[in-house]
């Protein structure tokens, strides 16, 4: 597995070697000594599992307390999967990392924890599963909003995006709860 950076430096693509035959694939999705050796947490005590259907964006999610870090894999259809530097005392606050992870190119993502996240479906349909380093705390959950100007993420946009009430009407960074 090749632990690839990215424009921000912190989140990583992971991209696994792939064994192929006739009769299909294998490869890891996760080492835990790869993770150790880059400095990575390598305990993560919590795997979730989402569907959703075209034109879904899902974000950008955070948690204030307990934040999480989250391993993000593709393993059905396309999806364009976006970290956000949320804390404030960090030099690349508010700048984004966009990835393209899908069922076909087996790419991981790193997004350490002090990092919103979000995703948009581009696919006909996309399942997507990530493992957290942290348990989900819905008292702490928050939302920073997807189309902030001031973040300016670059969505690969269709004309429909859905999304939930939340991700609707969640704040723009000047508003958000962030990290110090």
């Not at 696994?16 to 299909?24: A, E, F, L, M, S």
């Not at 999610?61 to 393993?75: D, E, F, N, S, T």
């Not at 899908?102 to 979000?118: E, R, T, V």
């Not at 948009?120 to 189309?147: F, M």
Request: hydrophobic residues 40%; charged residues 20%.
């Amino acid at each position: 597995m090749q632990l690839i950076p990215t424009a921000h430096p912190e989140v990583l693509v992971l991209e696994p070697k792939v064994h192929g035959d006739h009769r299909g694939f294998f490869l890891e999705t996760f080492r835990a000594s790869v993770f150790e050796a880059a400095g990575l947490p390598a305990i993560f005590v919590q795997d979730n599992h989402s569907k959703s259907g075209p034109n879904i964006l899902r974000g950008l999610h955070y948690q204030i307390m307990a934040p999480q870090g989250k391993l993000v894999r593709c393993i059905a259809g396309e999806v364009f999967d976006v970290a956000v530097d949320i804390r404030k005392s960090s030099p690349r606050f508010g700048q984004w990392v966009g990835v393209h992870l899908s069922a076909d190119n087996k790419k991981a993502l790193w997004i350490p924890p002090g990092f919103a996240h979000g995703f948009l479906v581009t696919s006909n349909g996309a399942e997507i599963t990530y493992k957290c380093t942290t348990y989900y705390a819905p008292q702490h959950d928050r939302s920073l909003r997807w189309d902030d100007p001031q973040l300016a993420i670059g969505w690969p946009i269709t004309p429909a995006v859905i999304l939930s009430d939340k991700d609707r009407n969640a704040p723009m960074l000047q508003q958000a709860e962030l990290f110090p």
